[in-house]
């Protein structure tokens, strides 16, 4: 699978780092780019919507899609299921330049298979594991072991930052944003310029021809 006429951003972070609200801002400060929304067996947080921040599905209906082959990607977080529709992503490939990815290094790999052109992957390291586990337990103050738990599977998660394409350290919301969004705008300045030359290229070849 390839994008026509765009680029496909994949975000990932371990639990606390970021990355969804990073998603968010990107979506905000580039037109024409879109959200893959995935598929999730866990309950909605405070303040999500269905269809919006994702599609919330039991785990026989997660079933019922995978045994389908619907998924480009899925993986098990925690002791919930995440998977990104085939038919969400091939629906906005045509009209958006950028697709994004709100996944996590499961996802990432999966996705990079996959999407074999335009396809870069972005990860976001928290200042410091302190810091990290400072905002797991503002997140889960009504459950510390939860805390724990997310605490000790971020740690194995960030084991992989080296498979991704670029590494951020978001140890300041603004600057690590604006970091992103321009390294998006080169990579899309990038891809322009190479769509040009192919062109040329094929014209010449054409001609000789």
């Not at 968010?24 to 866990?42: A, F, H, M, N, W």
């Not at 925690?78 to 990815?101: A, M, P, R």
């Not at 009504?142 to 498979?163: V, Y």
């Not at 321009?182 to 891809?191: G, S």
Request: hydrophobic share 35%; glycine share 4%.
């Amino acid at each position: 699978m390839s994008l026509n006429g765009g680029i496909s951003i994949i975000i990932s972070s371990p639990s606390g780092a970021g990355k969804t609200t990073i998603t968010k801002k990107i979506l905000k400060k580039i037109k024409k780019s879109y959200l893959s929304i995935s598929c999730t067996t866990r309950k909605p947080r405070i303040g999500e919507k269905h269809g919006l921040d994702y599609f919330f599905i039991s785990k026989k209906k997660f079933q019922f899609f995978k045994k389908r082959n619907k998924f480009l990607e899925h993986a098990k977080v925690y002791d919930n299921f995440y998977g990104t529709l085939k038919s969400e992503v091939n629906k906005n490939l045509k009209n958006k330049k950028i697709i994004l990815f709100d996944v996590d290094w499961q996802g990432s790999r999966s996705i990079k298979k996959k999407i074999n052109k335009n396809c870069y992957s972005f990860y976001l390291l928290p200042p410091s594991t302190s810091v990290l586990k400072k905002r797991l337990i503002k997140r889960h103050k009504n459950d510390p072991k939860t805390a724990i738990k997310r605490f000790s599977s971020a740690k194995k998660d960030i084991s992989h930052w080296n498979e991704y394409d670029f590494v951020f350290i978001n140890d300041n919301l603004e600057k690590c944003l604006n970091l992103i969004l321009k390294k998006i705008k080169a990579l899309l300045v990038e891809k322009k310029e190479t769509d040009i030359l192919y062109k040329k290229i094929k014209k010449l070849n054409n001609f000789r021809k």
